[in-house]
């Protein structure tokens, strides 16, 4: 039976020789992780349910990220109830302020996903490892709770949509443009409950992060899953953060798809997702002038070193419009450090923009950047819903790291090629 990546993978983990679309399995796991929102009710679930056991220490990890440093009394309760619960189960991988970063960005970097994994998380931006050759994707805290426990998880094999990558994306495209675009194409539900499979000549001219950017947002798009295919690149990005040995899987030629799709990376330009959803992506000849308030650069999605590199070319010796707030969030303390010693800090602090440590913070509207009626910002991260970072009068408009700085420097959504 031919096998898209995504089937290889879960069939090698539920002991079969093949699976087929829509076929229920139990996948044996091999990460299980949650945050300091959706951890506390997988403990609730753990411990109603009478378990006891963690199935292996090493292979749960819990990220106190989202409402920290700890942004009120609440969030302080959630974060102690976790950190008993690691000591309580020695579960070594336990990250907290000072160490801790934005899971998504944490893990790879640490070397804890690699290359043929099963991996789960109460978190829908989990499909980020398929940037990796892996098999991910978001769980609830129920599934998180089992995971914990038993180190399995029961699975709808997806069935999947092929995007063929050719040519090579110019200057100030990058993987959150190809993301925005394909998702402008196919909507939302366009890969409802479909693994996202990347191939093509195309792939060797996206970046690791470029990769880790798109998978993040295959669910923006309604998927399972996405997935790269393992390359030089990937196998190069492993060995240096130090993951175990990888697997690669690769699809099956001819007949394993519901749709192909060719997309040509040159032919990409710069855009933005308008509110209210990442659907509504727009290129810079189909608006005109649109003021912000406010402009984030970091997250899960955009918060790696390479994001802020860009980011600080644009804005380097120059000054954020008046009136404009700029915020600047690198996505684990490593990517700080490393920002500060190549002087990039610098560079954002003289242009008037403010450096926060590592935390969700104001992607999901939970603290540090919050939106008052009938703000706008230009954010760098995943979502665009109704009040998704504040009032539900204000507006989030989806984009690159270069975008996002050229608009703080314009103070109006704005094009890289016009600031630079």
Not at 95 to 124: K, N
Request: hydrophobic fraction near 45%.
């Amino acid at each position: 039976m031919k096998m898209t990546a995504t089937q290889k993978i879960l069939a090698a983990h539920c002991g079969k020789e093949s699976v087929a679309a829509g076929d229920m399995i139990m996948a044996d796991l091999d990460l299980v992780l949650a945050n300091d929102i959706t951890a506390p009710v997988a403990i609730n679930e753990y411990r109603k349910a009478g378990c006891d056991n963690i199935f292996d220490c090493e292979r749960v990890a819990l990220v106190m990220d989202h409402f920290t440093p700890n942004k009120d009394i609440k969030a302080a309760e959630q974060c102690k109830m976790v950190r008993e619960f690691a000591a309580e189960k020695d579960i070594p991988n336990f990250f907290d302020t000072g160490e801790v970063g934005v899971e998504h960005a944490l893990l790879p970097e640490r070397g804890m996903v690699t290359a043929g994994d099963l991996i789960i998380g109460a978190d829908s931006h989990t499909c980020t490892y398929g940037a990796l050759g892996a098999f991910s994707t978001g769980v609830g805290s129920t599934d998180m709770a089992v995971g914990m426990a038993y180190g399995k998880a029961w699975l709808r094999v997806p069935s999947a949509i092929s995007f063929v990558l050719h040519g090579k994306p110019s200057k100030w495209v990058s993987g959150k443009d190809v993301i925005l675009h394909i998702i402008g194409k196919i909507g939302v539900d366009g890969a409802l409950y479909k693994s996202m499979e990347f191939s093509g000549d195309g792939v060797k001219n996206l970046s690791v992060d470029d990769r880790l950017c798109i998978c993040n947002m295959a669910i923006e798009a309604g998927a399972k899953n996405g997935i790269f295919p393992v390359d030089e690149q990937t196998i190069d990005f492993l060995t240096v953060v130090g993951a175990k040995e990888p697997k690669a899987y690769y699809a099956d030629e001819d007949d394993v798809y519901d749709d192909v799709m060719d997309i040509d990376l040159s032919q990409i330009k710069p855009c933005v997702a308008f509110p209210h959803l990442p659907e509504n992506v727009k290129t810079f000849d189909e608006f005109g002038d649109i003021k912000i308030d406010q402009v984030v650069i970091g997250s899960c999605t955009n918060g790696r070193l390479s994001d802020f590199v860009q980011a600080a070319e644009i804005l380097k010796g120059k000054k954020v419009a008046k009136g404009v707030r700029v915020l600047i969030i690198p996505a684990t303390p490593k990517i700080y450090l490393d920002a500060m010693k190549l002087g990039l800090l610098e560079i954002f602090i003289n242009a008037g923009c403010t450096v926060s440590a590592p935390t969700c913070g104001p992607c999901l509207g939970g603290h540090m950047g919050i939106l008052a009626k009938g703000e706008r910002c230009v954010a760098t991260t995943n979502r665009n819903f109704v009040g998704r970072m504040g009032d539900p009068g204000s507006e989030v408009y989806l984009a690159s790291p270069a975008v996002a700085a050229a608009s703080a420097l314009a103070g109006k959504i704005a094009s890289p090629e016009s600031m630079v």
